[in-house]
C-alpha cells in the first residue's frame, strides 16, 4: 500500500532542497518561511491514475492539481490525457480506461437517468460555476443589433435577450433557410443553457422523443452537436450561426474576428453549476482512499485558481499544448476577470469564472435536480416522475459524502478553513437568479417544469 506523505518540517525540506541541488532559491525561502503542512494518512488503494478532459478552461482544477504537485501530496501520480469529444469521455471512464474525467454535469445524471448510455457514475466534486457564452455570426450580430438597447456611450446593455434574435430568425425563414445553431452535447448545459435563453424569449428549440433523438421537433432553432474546440471554425464556415460553449472558445471567434458573444451563462442563470469530476460507483467503492485524496487535491486546486493573483499563473498553465492549447491573449480575456462581446467591448466580468468562491466545488443535490427538470422539460427523460424520484436520482449520483470528508481533512490539515464547509442538507435555498425571473425551488421539481411556457408539462 502506498501512503500519502507525512509531516515534513521545514529544515526537513530545506535540507531535501538543498541534497537535491537547491534548484531554486525561492522556493528555498518560501520553505523556510512557510510553517510545514501536515498531510493526513490515507492507506492509496490506487496510486497510479489516468483522468481525461477535454480542452476547455474549466478543466483547470485537473491542470493545476498536477502542476502545482497537490495530487502527488496526496501519494497520487496522475496521468492527465485530452479527449476527442464528450462521447468519448464517458465510454472510456464507463469502460475503465480513464479512472475518472472532467465532464459535462449532464452526463452523470443522464447515464443514471436512463438517457443515452447507462452506467453508475458518481460526481464527488464540481469543478466550477459559470464559464460558457452564446456567440453568433458577424451577420446575425448585425441583424440582433437594431433590436439591442443601447446606454449613454451605445454600447449595447447586458443581458442579452434572445427577442433580438427573433427578427433574424424570421428572416432566415422568410428566404426559405433554417436558422442553425450549435451546443456541445445533447446533455450538457450547454444545450440546456440555450435552450432555456431561447424559449425564455418565446422560440421554440425542439423537443427531444425516442424517434427524434436529434431534439428539433417542433424546433425554431435547430440544434446540433459540434465539439468545442471546433466551434469557431464551424461558425466560420457558415455551417452554424451560432453556438453555445465554454472558453476559450466564444473569446477565439472575437479574436478572430467571426462573431460576437451576446450573451454569457452568468447571465442565464447566476453563477450556475458548470463541469464536474466524474468517477465510477464501482472506482469509488473499490478505492474509497484515492477517491477521497483525487477529492482533497481537486479542492485544493479550485481553491488556488480563486486566490487572487494566480490567475495569471493559471492562464500560462492552461495555454501549454498539453492542456487548452490556447493563446494567452484569448485565455486571459476571461480567466483574469474581464470578458470581450462586440471587439473592443471588453467588460469586468470577476465571477465569470468561479472554482472555489461560492461553494463551488461542492455537489449540491439542486443541482442534479435542475439538470434533471430539463431533461424532463425538453423530452429526455420521456415519462413524467414524482418530485420523489428527483431527489433519489439525485443522490444516487452526486456524492457530496466523499467531498465532506475529503474537504473535513483538508481543514484539519490547515488546506482550506473550516469556514467553507458549507451547512447544509445538500440543496441551495430557492433563486430566481434566472434571465426570465423564473423561481428554481429543487425540492418542487415537478412545480418548476410546469411554470415554462415551453415544454413538457407534469401533472
Known sequence: MKKTAIKITALATILLAISCGGKDSKKKTEAATQPAAKTSTLEIEKPQLTFGFIKLTDMAPLAIAKEKGFFEDEGLFVSVEAQSNWKNILDRVIDGQLDGSHMLAGQPIAAGAGFGRQAELVTPFSMDLNGNGITVSNNVWEGMKPHVKKDADGKPVHPISADALKPVITEYKNNGKAFKMGMVFPVSTHNYEIRYWLAAAGIHPGMYSASNIQGQIDAEVLLSVTPPPQMPATLEAGTIYGYCVGEPWNQQAVFKGIGVPVTTNYDIWKNNPEKVFVMTKQ????????????????????????????????????????????????????????????????????????????????????????????????????????????????????????????????????????????????????????IDGKVYDAKDPIGYINSFKIGNKDK
Open 283 to 434: 472506482f469509488v467503492e473499490k478505492y474509497p482512499n484515492t477517491a477521497t485524496a483525487v477529492t482533497k487535491a481537486l479542492i485544493r486546486a479550485g481553491k488556488w485558481l480563486d486566490t487572487p493573483g494566480n490567475r495569471k499563473e493559471a492562464v500560462k498553465i492552461l495555454s501549454m499544448s498539453q492542456y487548452v492549447g490556447a493563446d494567452e491573449a484569448v485565455l486571459a480575456n476571461s480567466m483574469t476577470g474581464t470578458f470581450e462581446f462586440e471587439k473592443g467591448d471588453k467588460r469586468e466580468m470577476p465571477d465569470f469564472n468561479v472554482f472555489y468562491r461560492y461553494n463551488a466545488t461542492y455537489p449540491f443535490y439542486s443541482d442534479a435536480v435542475w439538470f434533471l427538470t430539463q431533461m424532463r422539460r425538453w423530452g429526455q427523460i420521456p415519462t413524467a416522475k414524482p418530485a420523489e424520484w428527483y431527489a433519489n436520482k439525485a443522490k444516487e449520483i452526486y456524492r457530496p459524502d466523499i467531498w465532506l470528508k475529503a474537504a473535513k481533512l483538508l481543514a484539519e490539515e490547515g488546506k482550506i478553513p473550516a469556514t467553507d464547509i458549507p451547512s447544509t442538507d445538500g440543496y441551495k435555498p430557492a433563486t430566481k437568479d434566472f
